[in-house]
């Protein structure tokens, strides 16, 4: 059983920055794509980024060019660098851990979650 528990979220201002964590532990021999998403109130959970175990990136466009993805396999550990802030970033963010080798937005086919780290943008 993999165990995902993320970090680093907190409050800033529009055009701040955050660097969130996401540590595993348990099984993590597997290869697969960990991905961040993210979930404000009202709204559905969207697929920020992710990485394959080669380190291959996909984000969602709305955030291409401010927040990178980055992991450190020796630390069993994801990073979601995020720069230039905006309110419309405000959410939950979820680290979540795929049954496959490649990245999508699918939420189904996550089956690890942790339990997520709260990211409050104000203008």
């Known amino acids: 059983q993999v165990q995902l528990v993320e970090s680093g979220g907190g409050s800033v201002q529009s055009g701040g920055s955050l660097r969130l964590s996401c540590a595993a532990s348990?099984?993590?021999?597997?290869?697969?794509?960990m991905a961040w998403f993210r979930q404000a109130p009202g709204k559905e959970r969207e697929g920020v980024a992710g990485?394959?175990?080669?380190?291959?990136?996909v984000y969602l466009d709305s955030v291409k060019g401010r927040f990178t993805i980055s992991q450190d396999n020796a630390k069993n550990t994801v990073y979601l660098q995020m720069n230039n802030l905006t309110p419309e970033d405000t959410a939950m963010y979820y680290c979540?851990?795929?049954?496959?080798?490649?990245?999508?937005?699918?939420?189904?086919?996550?089956?690890?979650w942790g339990q997520g780290t709260q990211v409050t943008v104000s203008s």
């Open positions: 979540a851990k795929s049954t496959y080798d490649y990245c999508s937005g699918d939420l189904r086919e996550y089956n690890y």
């Open positions: 348990g099984y993590t021999g597997s290869r697969s794509c």
């Open positions: 990485i394959d175990s080669d380190g291959n990136p």
